[in-house]
């Protein structure tokens, strides 16, 4: 890692683009892996590669309701009548064979009886007594779901490196599986820095504030599927502080702070971090944000988050999250996906920083509408969870007029 980035240097200043970049070329995973039940695997990532180690269909089947028949049977074009012998339902099929001119009724599911190949749904059909007339124009193996078809035997089933979700829970399950491997949770250490900062439970001194930051993270660790060990606030000492980085790296994978990486009151902190590891100081063009340094504290990666509430959530979704995934073991990253929206007031920017303004979007006939929230400061939390996206501005675009485009990042299965 660079870190010619000292106190003394001129501090570089990133694009939100390039600082991504750097974040998640340096990172690597943390490896360790264990055997869990397909259940606890929810939200995990996959240690190794899940093998089909059987055909998915395990049989021949019906994708019909329907009847069981020969193709070579039935006749090219005008109806065929065929003798009915049997039925094979789902999880019940027909132990018989059918011979020349015979059919069996089949259920969706049902097992493709020996001698049948193909299926006629009942629809067309008609059905007198043990006798059934089928129209022509039938195709060998119609309606016919194929041993081996969703994926065979051998095959990779759920690729290592994908987190499981309910769709690849489902999936271990239909191949019969009981356990997954799955790569060990990260641990991630975190603290709060300031001396203003007071812990819930008792009433705020003149001056205080209540330490949100902790619970925001604690909720977006949590959600990531982290072991979170919370080292609580910790004032603006530096031996205290130091005491803390410590404590954290010796036994976390990642160590998180928030605050303290201003410019002026964190000049002992930058001091500190750089001497107990190697960290880069950055100015990224970004608001909410602009201050976060990042690298590496004995064993493990450190970010230094800003302090202000929403500064902490916008640099966490865009720069911590997807570290935190990689190091977990999800490779690769999924893109972050943007969709157009029409703004409905007018954004006053500058151009230079990359800018994430809270929004609320909402269906307007065929198009989408995004509202920005009126209090855009990088400390009121209220209109973070008022908002449902992120507004994003890149470093080159100036004024929005109302009815303008904008990209918006949405924050469902973002936060
Ligand atoms: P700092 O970067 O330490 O100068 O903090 C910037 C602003 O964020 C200050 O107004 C702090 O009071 C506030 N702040 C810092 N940490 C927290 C926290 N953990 N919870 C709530 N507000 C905080
Ligand atoms: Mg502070």
New binding site residues.
Partial sequence: MNTDHGCAAPQPSLTVAEARRIILDAVTPAGGWACVPIRSSLGRVLARDVIAPGNVPAHDNSAMDGYAVRAEDLAADGETSLQLVGSAFAGRGFSGIVGKGQAVRIMTGGVMPVGADSVVIQEVAKVDGDRIAIPGGLRRGQNVRRAGEDLAEGAVAIPRGKRMGPAELGLAASLGLAEVSVCRRLRVAFF???D??ASIGRPLAPGE?Y????YTLHGALARLGCDIIDLGVVPDRPELLEAAFRDAAASADVVLT?????VG?ADFIRELMQRLGEVAFWKIDIKPGRPMAFGRIGGAWMFGL????VAVMVTFYQFVQDALLKIAGVDPLPARPLMPAVCAAPIRKLAGRCEFLRGRLSADGGSWRVHPAAAQGS?VLRSMSEANCFIVLDETRGDVAAGDSVPVQLFDGLV
Avoid: A, F, K, Y
């Avoid at 928030?258 to 201003?262: N, R």
């Avoid at 800003?306 to 509430?309: A, D, L, R, V, Y």
């Fill in positions: 709060s820095t300031g203003e900062l504030v330490d949100s930051n902790r928030t605050g303290g990486v201003s009151e800003p302090g202000n509430p400390g």
